[in-house]
């Protein structure tokens, strides 16, 4: 067997959510992605540019030793292996439809690299390639890395630059004295909100599991509004809105909220390829506030000081917890989803044009995962609009759908448009 290694923080993290997963739910933690193809690539070319972008990444050729799920470790990289990129017609289907397929097949971790990809061709030729990756493996930032390499490879493969660290490197990092210091000092945080966080849970009102995703072009444009106005972040503005819909359902002024730290803030890490995402503790208190302005700047700062203690060590913290069992569980969690080279407001990179409407669109889907939080809310900025979408369990429909109006609503209201 492979040399073996810890696991970084955030690897850690993954593993922590998904180890009591019954095989019936081990596809939960995967992720498909469609990437379109230039015309004239063929699967030569193809599988040459994903096999430059696999050599560089250690994320993407390393297996789990996972036989003590508490003691869980990385094997070393296995060596770039020369496969074929196996090819799939798509019969005319969608690709997001044959890519979502591909996504509800499990990976072994500890057989297995966490990742694979398809060739899909129409009618012979190439049109697209299906990237499907386990969160271990890669987080949103690193996915949409990985296809910005892939086309500058389609183009070049041996062009791509420098070698990324890996996460082995990452974990090294994260136990050194000044690494150990961070995790000491996260570990406080938790600590400190825990000791002064009310319990405030989210009603039970029903016995399902619903995601609703609201889209809304209005409500992105007003949410840069609203955060030029604070000078705050975009991300702070619509948590600040969707907050305080989750307080007002719980009736309370002071909510305890999970918010997914990147932990991507330093130059070294930020390229790379594995999950370096992280659950952290906020408190917001006044969350029913009218003024969303004021609220935005509150949401702002707390979250700062969250994001700030982003890398933890997820056992310590499960002990901690066992230690105050009558510490409240947070009420709600939030993530902005940040991907290199997002687009900004009025740009349309991608050929399509700001809808320009006011009326936002909700639409409800079968949740391809339960892994997480209970009440659990994902915004994403697209070209043209804000897309929020909310995961919540044993939450009634009406609410959710109060929840995502609200934001759209508040995020109109605060920027002067009724």
Same mark, same amino acid.
């Given at each position: 067997?492979?040399?073996?290694?810890?696991?970084?923080?955030?690897?850690?993290?993954?593993?922590?959510?998904?180890?009591?997963?019954?095989?019936?739910?081990?596809?939960?933690?995967?992720?498909?992605?469609?990437?379109?193809?230039?015309?004239?690539?063929?699967?030569?070319?193809?599988?040459?540019?994903?096999?430059?972008?696999?050599?560089?990444?250690?994320?993407?050729?390393?297996?789990?030793?996972?036989?003590?799920?508490?003691?869980?470790?990385?094997?070393?990289?296995?060596?770039?292996?020369?496969?074929?990129?196996?090819?799939?017609?798509?019969?005319?289907?969608?690709?997001?439809?044959?890519?979502?397929?591909?996504?509800?097949?499990?990976?072994?971790?500890?057989?297995?690299?966490?990742?694979?990809?398809?060739?899909?061709?129409?009618?012979?030729?190439?049109?697209?390639?299906?990237?499907?990756?386990?969160?271990?493996?890669?987080?949103?930032?690193?996915?949409?890395?990985?296809?910005?390499?892939?086309?500058?490879?389609?183009?070049?493969?041996?062009?791509?630059?420098?070698?990324?660290?890996?996460?082995?490197?990452?974990?090294?990092?994260?136990?050194?004295?000044?690494?150990?210091?961070?995790?000491?000092?996260?570990?406080?945080?938790?600590?400190?909100?825990?000791?002064?966080?009310?319990?405030?849970?989210?009603?039970?009102?029903?016995?399902?599991?619903?995601?609703?995703?609201?889209?809304?072009?209005?409500?992105?444009?007003?949410?840069?509004?609203?955060?030029?106005?604070?000078?705050?972040?975009?991300?702070?503005?619509?948590?600040?809105?969707?907050?305080?819909? #989750?307080? !007002?359902?719980?009736?309370? %002024?002071? *909510? +305890?909220?999970?918010?997914?730290?990147?932990?991507?803030? $330093? /130059? &070294?890490?930020?390229?790379?390829?594995?999950?370096?995402?992280?659950?952290?503790?906020?408190?917001?208190?006044?969350?029913?506030?009218?003024?969303?302005?004021?609220?935005?700047?509150?949401?702002?700062?707390?979250?700062?000081?969250?994001?700030?203690?982003?890398?933890?060590?997820?056992?310590?913290?499960?002990?901690?917890?066992?230690?105050?069992?009558?510490?409240?569980?947070?009420?709600?969690?939030?993530?902005?989803?940040?991907?290199?080279?997002?687009?900004?407001?009025?740009?349309?990179?991608?050929?399509?044009?700001?809808?320009?409407?006011?009326?936002?669109?909700?639409?409800?889907?079968?949740?391809?995962?339960?892994?997480?939080?209970?009440?659990?809310?994902?915004?994403?900025?697209?070209?043209?609009?804000?897309?929020?979408?909310?995961?919540?369990?044993? #939450?009634? !429909?009406?609410?959710?759908? %109060?929840? *995502? +109006?609200?934001?759209?609503?508040?995020?109109?209201?605060? $920027? /002067? &448009?009724?």
């Amino acid at each position: 067997m492979s040399e073996a290694r810890p696991l970084s923080l955030g690897q850690l993290s993954v593993w922590h959510d998904i180890r009591g997963l019954p095989a019936a739910r081990w596809h939960e933690p995967n992720n498909a992605a469609v990437w379109p193809l230039p015309p004239g690539v063929d699967r030569a070319r193809a599988g040459t540019a994903l096999r430059a972008v696999v050599a560089r990444h250690p994320s993407l050729r390393t297996r789990y030793d996972l036989q003590d799920p508490d003691a869980p470790n990385q094997l070393a990289p296995d060596d770039p292996l020369d496969d074929d990129l196996p090819s799939i017609d798509d019969g005319g289907a969608d690709p997001e439809a044959v890519a979502a397929e591909l996504a509800a097949e499990p990976f072994h971790l500890g057989r297995r690299h966490g990742w694979r990809a398809r060739l899909l061709t129409h009618r012979g030729a190439a049109s697209h390639l299906v990237f499907v990756k386990h969160h271990i493996a890669a987080d949103a930032w690193a996915q949409e890395l990985l296809q910005q390499e892939f086309r500058q490879a389609l183009a070049d493969p041996d062009g791509l630059g420098p070698l990324p660290p890996g996460p082995a490197e990452l974990a090294a990092d994260q136990h050194t004295p000044a690494g150990l210091r961070r995790q000491s000092a996260a570990l406080d945080h938790w600590k400190r909100l825990l000791a002064r966080a009310p319990s405030a849970p989210l009603p039970r009102t029903a016995d399902t599991v619903l995601q609703g995703t609201l889209r809304s072009g209005a409500a992105r444009r007003a949410a840069h509004a609203v955060a030029e106005q604070a000078q705050v972040s975009v991300s702070s503005v619509v948590l600040a809105a969707y907050a305080r819909g #989750v307080a !007002r359902i719980c009736g309370t %002024d002071a *909510l +305890l909220v999970q918010l997914m730290s990147a932990n991507r803030f $330093a /130059g &070294r890490w930020k390229g790379l390829v594995t999950s370096m995402n992280q659950w952290v503790p906020a408190l917001l208190d006044d969350a029913r506030n009218d003024d969303l302005h004021a609220l935005a700047t509150a949401v702002h700062w707390s979250g700062l000081t969250a994001v700030r203690h982003g890398m933890y060590d997820v056992t310590a913290v499960a002990a901690l917890r066992a230690r105050l069992p009558d510490a409240p569980e947070p009420t709600c969690a939030f993530n902005y989803v940040a991907v290199p080279g997002s687009t900004p407001p009025g740009d349309s990179r991608d050929g399509q044009a700001d809808s320009g409407a006011d009326t936002p669109v909700i639409t409800w889907e079968e949740p391809f995962t339960t892994i997480g939080p209970r009440c659990y809310a994902r915004a994403l900025e697209t070209a043209d609009s804000l897309t929020v979408r909310l995961t919540a369990k044993d #939450v009634g !429909r009406q609410q959710c759908a %109060d929840v *995502l +109006l609200g934001i759209h609503q508040a995020l109109l209201t605060a $920027a /002067g &448009r009724r």
